[in-house]
């Protein structure tokens, strides 16, 4: 893709527990809905934010139903019971539309000004999948990290390949490949398995997690 085209962003929010922090983060995402300028001198915008209800316990859906009410931009997606954090993904990577797909949390740890980053990394270097890689300890509680770093340990011992040790749910992905990823992959597919499958161009990004919104993400 010509580096000088104005690059299609669509991001994709898995929701389980996002009634009281989606708010905040797609008024974040609003400026960059407008033609931006990344620091490499690449022109994108993001063209709509999926959000993706995954069944939870709170009133998710009311705060999806009057994010769309406000924003043009904001297409909810209503899964029929709660499939998981990867299927959910998956079902917004269906639905997307964009040059690129992103997806991110609910709880507002990953910040969407870095978007400009991650494309200009998968540009420079022709790549077809970008993962943020967290320059800080990620904001949650021992046990959950514990158990995150445990799922990576053995995804990269099955895989063979310590590129996927680094995956984070925090993604830029080609936006043909998200697509065609969603239409074969089915709900019991690890995402991340999934993508590396299908991508040879890998890269990462350096980023900084911020603390968490009104509250941890509701995925463990």
Not at 91 to 102: E, F, H, K, Q
């Amino acid at each position: 893709m010509d580096n000088r085209s104005m690059h299609r962003v669509s991001i994709v929010i898995p929701v389980y527990q996002g009634a009281q922090t989606l708010p905040t983060l797609v008024q974040e995402i609003v400026p960059l809905t407008q033609p931006q300028i990344t620091p490499d001198g690449n022109s994108f915008m993001v063209c709509e934010v999926l959000l993706v209800h995954d069944c939870g316990p709170d009133r998710s859906d009311t705060t999806m139903e009057d994010m769309h009410a406000q924003y043009s931009f904001v297409q909810p997606v209503w899964l029929s019971r709660n499939y998981g954090q990867h299927a959910a993904t998956l079902a917004g990577m269906a639905s997307a539309t964009g040059d690129w797909v992103v997806s991110m949390d609910e709880d507002g740890q990953q910040d969407p000004a870095d978007l400009g980053r991650m494309l200009d990394s998968a540009l420079a270097s022709s790549l077809q999948l970008v993962y943020a890689q967290p320059m800080n300890p990620p904001p949650h509680g021992w046990l959950r990290n514990f158990f995150s770093r445990t799922a990576k340990t053995i995804s990269t011992k099955l895989l063979g390949n310590s590129a996927i040790g680094r995956f984070n749910s925090f993604r830029l992905v080609d936006g043909e490949i998200a697509r065609t990823l969603a239409a074969y992959c089915g709900n019991g597919v690890y995402l991340d398995v999934g993508l590396f499958w299908v991508t040879g161009r890998i890269g990462h990004c350096p980023v900084r997690l911020r603390n968490e919104l009104a509250r941890p993400s509701g995925y463990s």
